[in-house]
């Protein structure tokens, strides 16, 4: 039942985690920050202004967005196959590939396909990262994980380690925010959506954070509130990492994910299934 | 039994030999045409008798096949003198002294020599529904400004005849000519522009080829002489004491006709020739014998040091090819190195042995026939209709061809996401080797599917990102009229992949995995419904039905919907727009090619030295 309120109010907590996000990261800049409800009071600005778009295709492709990365979530959630959740995201992605490749702004196709080289890096994790709880659990129900005894976490540290650190890839944070780039592709894919439509793409970036910190959660096992601990101390992680690191190359980012974290990964892995 | 198999067998050889013959247009249409129905109900009521079956034939057949044997290697070497290479006329000689050899030592076997079961039903019913609409289209597309269009439509269709005799042999010897007769066919097809470049690429799909035709010599031999039977139920019926060497020989066969490195070149040369022909070969016939080959042996191999070198080198190739394919930008290439890579992964999960991996490759065969037969019909609508043929010339497809970009769009998502049969085969195998990891091996191939998927993944969302690159708001769409044959053959594959996708739980259940326990023993697979089951793991049908409707939207509904907003250049930070935008070309990554096709060399040494148990 609660994964049933979870997959349904997931655009609200993601709106919250994303206001929450953003009053941690002033408090680390000794700023104020915006209030906590900054992200809802955005998205009724945004939903009020006068829609604008490049054409439909891509105004299209923003909403689908949106749609893929919820229903994503909630394969996640109401499934019980990690695996094929993971395999969900893919489609996300698409929808927003295809949209950013649509309109001719150098910044947007760039970013595109740079959202490519995204992918690389996590998705193979990923699907390490869902193997190694297969191991550790025996099966890739999300109902069997979350009733697990044992200590996920603690079974497969290197394997946490390297999603921790996959998790600035797929959330766009520094410094692998490589993709989104304010600075320098002033936002990549989003550069070009505007009123509701860029709402749609803002609010899935916010379910995009329910999805991962699900994930994070799932290396509690049956211990929620070591689950929830894990899920504080990525969310603090990463956004201290997000502070305090300037961006890297694509190019850095991919020979990071494919010669440090997997092979980390799948020493795990290997170990574990040695252990056992 | 006995009457369907030969229906299927020569058919496609009588309508070969009369279009050939008559050379008129209303004849090799209609002929062509007629085909489709005709074979996907010989093919069907095949389906329905029980099987598998032991089909005896009289003598003089196998006297005809010995005949023709040798007639097939004079040709090739007659070829190889004409055209003036060497090596050709020396691996064509070595043939002859094998098969000479091999004849010499073979004793007379009461075996049948024909030997139809599921899988072989399986390849007669993809023939029919994925082989036959490339001949159909073949039928149109060589209106389009090019020469000899009766003889290239016998050649393919007789193709489809041979391959529905391959699949149904089970002397081994008698596999042997039929081998050769597919690279025959696909030595005749790839030169049959005749200009210098086909020349080139047709020698090189020949000597290739033969190399396979020697290892499967090499093999017969060994299995003669220390076995003494080689029929393929015989080695499956005494997997104990069956050589390894032969079996290793076998297998290299499989990897050269699968066009696995370093053995790729002369499928990529494939592509000179008109389009119909890297259909037919990518999808229903040639290629896929690859597999074939090793599903049948994969009982034998199962487990063994051959079967784990098999794996490694095929997985290697799954992943290198769909790198290599980033770095290509001609768009039947880019398609070309993808079925080199999917051809990798079938044969990897053939190796691998356990029912559900057999289930897995079988899944793979099926769905890729369909979606790169599909896939190369468009790249040949587009060289044809709209002169396109490389990647950067597919700016704007989206306005200029929205129908073919709406097909080659719904291709490419059966290649990689989510219902769709590929991605069920990845997931299959990823589950399956989760449970192998319990003993501490195999988690290299975890790297290659996840890796090889991924990378496969990023080639199609960089091909499909720049053919919907538009121009300022919405000009209007013009939909070029299609010829009625091209459109019949699109709208076919398409309407099979979505009924085939809704359906895939049943169809994998009631149709796959009785294949698959055939050959390797009862998949835990079942469907209640639309629902998929495997292991604990469940594919919900409203998780099909979510990501069909989500990707169909994704690729259909920006022809049909327009929002009613306010329309504006791209905001681009006030910048100029740039004439033109090109797309990574992954530069970074060609330079590597070399050494990955270097260290493929290595692996496939491996194979046949340790894996042959030759050292």
């Known amino acids: 039942m609660i994964n049933v309120i979870l997959t349904i109010l997931a655009p609200l907590l993601g709106g919250v985690v994303y206001g929450l996000e953003r009053v941690v990261k002033a408090r680390m800049q000794r700023r104020v920050g915006p209030p906590l409800l900054q992200p809802f009071y955005d998205f009724f600005k945004l939903m009020d202004k006068r829609p604008i778009m490049i054409h439909s295709l891509h105004a299209l492709m923003g909403i689908m967005y949106f749609i893929a990365e919820w229903f994503a979530l909630a394969v996640l959630l109401l499934g019980n196959d990690l695996l094929i959740a993971v395999f969900f995201h893919v489609i996300a992605v698409l929808a927003l590939v295809i949209g950013a490749s649509s309109v001719r702004s150098p910044y947007s196709v760039l970013g595109a396909l740079r959202e490519l080289m995204h992918m690389i890096s996590y998705e193979p994790l990923m699907v390490l990262m869902v193997v190694a709880l297969y191991l550790v659990i025996g099966s890739f129900d999300i109902r069997d994980v979350l009733s697990y005894e044992g200590y996920p976490v603690l079974e497969i540290p290197l394997v946490f380690f390297a999603f921790l650190l996959t998790i600035p890839m797929m959330l766009q944070k520094s410094p692998f925010d490589i993709a989104e780039a304010h600075q320098e592709i002033i936002g990549g894919p989003e550069i070009e959506y505007s009123g509701p439509f860029y709402e749609a793409l803002y609010t899935g970036k916010w379910i995009e954070y329910i999805y991962v910190f699900t994930f994070v959660f799932l290396f509690g096992g049956s211990h929620y509130w070591l689950g929830a601990l894990l899920v504080v101390i990525a969310f603090l992680f990463v956004n201290l990492l997000d502070n305090s690191s300037a961006r890297l190359d694509f190019r850095a980012m991919v020979r990071f994910a494919w010669a440090f974290l997997i092979p980390m990964a799948a020493l795990n892995i290997i170990l574990l299934a040695l252990w056992q | ?615």
């Open chain 2, 1 to 615: 039994m006995g009457t369907l198999v030969t229906l299927n067998i020569v058919l496609p050889w009588v309508a070969a030999l009369i279009i050939f013959l008559a050379k008129k247009d209303v004849i090799t249409n209609f002929l062509t045409f007629l085909m489709l129905p005709i074979l996907m109900l010989t093919a069907y009521l095949a389906y329905i008798q029980p099987h598998p079956a032991l089909i005896e034939t009289p003598k003089w057949v196998d006297l005809a096949i010995t005949i023709y044997d040798f007639g097939l290697l004079a040709y090739f070497f007659y070829q190889g003198v004409i055209r003036k290479n060497v090596l050709i006329t020396v691996l064509a000689t070595i043939q002859i002294v094998f098969l000479i050899i091999v004849l010499l030592m073979m004793n007379h076997s009461l075996t049948p020599n024909i030997y139809v079961d599921n899988i072989t039903l399986m390849f007669y019913l993809i023939v029919a529904i994925v082989g036959v609409p490339i001949a159909i289209f073949a039928t149109k597309y060589m209106d389009y400004g090019e020469k000899g269009k009766h003889s290239f439509v016998a050649i393919v269709v007789w193709f489809l005849g041979v391959m529905n005799f391959a699949v149904s042999v089970n002397n081994i010897e008698w596999f042997f000519a039929l081998f050769e007769t597919t690279t025959l066919a696909s030595y005749v097809m790839i030169g049959f522009r005749g200009d210098k470049e086909a020349i080139n690429n047709s020698n090189l799909a020949l000597w290739m080829n033969q190399i396979g035709g020697i290892a499967i010599l090499i093999a017969l031999m060994i299995f003669v002489k220390i076995d003494g039977f080689y029929h393929f139920t015989d080695l499956l019926s005494h997997p104990e004491n069956v050589s390894m060497a032969a079996l290793g020989f076998l297998s290299l066969s499989a990897l050269v006709k699968g066009a696995q490195m370093p053995f790729h070149k002369w499928l990529l040369g494939a592509m000179v020739a008109p389009t119909p022909v890297s259909a037919i070969l990518h999808s229903a016939t040639m290629v896929k014998i690859a597999p074939y080959l090793i599903l049948r042996i994969a009982p034998v191999i199962k487990g063994t040091l051959l079967a784990k070198l098999l794996i490694i080198t095929t997985g290697y190739v799954f992943v290198v090819a769909a790198i290599i394919a980033l770095t290509q930008d001609n768009f039947k290439k880019i398609l070309a190195y993808s079925t080199i890579s999917l051809l990798g992964l079938m044969m990897l999960a053939a190796a691998v042995g356990t029912p559900i991996a057999v289930t897995a490759s079988l899944i793979l065969i099926i769905f890729h026939a369909f979606a790169k037969g599909f896939l190369f019909v468009e790249a040949g609508v587009l060289e044809k209709v709209f002169h396109v043929k490389y990647i950067n010339q597919m700016r704007r497809l989206i306005e200029k061809a929205p129908l073919t970009l709406m097909f080659i769009f719904f291709g490419f998502l059966n290649m990689t996401f989510v219902p769709f049969g590929t991605f069920i085969g990845k997931w299959m195998m990823i589950e399956e080797v989760s449970n192998f990891l319990q003993h501490g091996s195999y988690i290299l191939l975890i790297l290659y599917v996840g890796a090889g998927s991924a990378f496969l993944s990023i080639l199609y969302m960089k091909v499909l990102g720049i053919s919907v690159r538009k121009a300022h708001g919405i000009k209007k769409t013009s939909f070029v009229k299609l010829p009625k044959t091209f459109n019949f053959v699109s709208v076919w594959y398409y309407v099979w992949l979505l009924a085939i996708t809704v359906f895939i739980a049943p169809f994998i259940a009631e149709f796959v995995v009785p294949i698959a326990k055939s050959i390797a023993g009862e998949p835990e697979i079942y469907a209640t419904g639309l629902t998929l089951h495997m292991y604990n793991s469940t594919l919900y049908f409203w998780q099909i039905f979510g990501a069909l409707i989500l990707l169909l939207l994704i690729h259909v509904l920006p022809y049909f919907v327009k929002f009613k907003a306010d329309v504006v250049h791209p905001y681009n930070c006030g910048e100029n727009f740039p004439r033109h935008m090109e797309t990574w070309n992954f530069e970074c990554l060609a330079k590597y090619e070399g050494y990955f096709v270097a260290f493929s060399i290595a692996l496939f040494i491996m194979v046949v030295v340790l894996g042959g148990g030759l050292l």
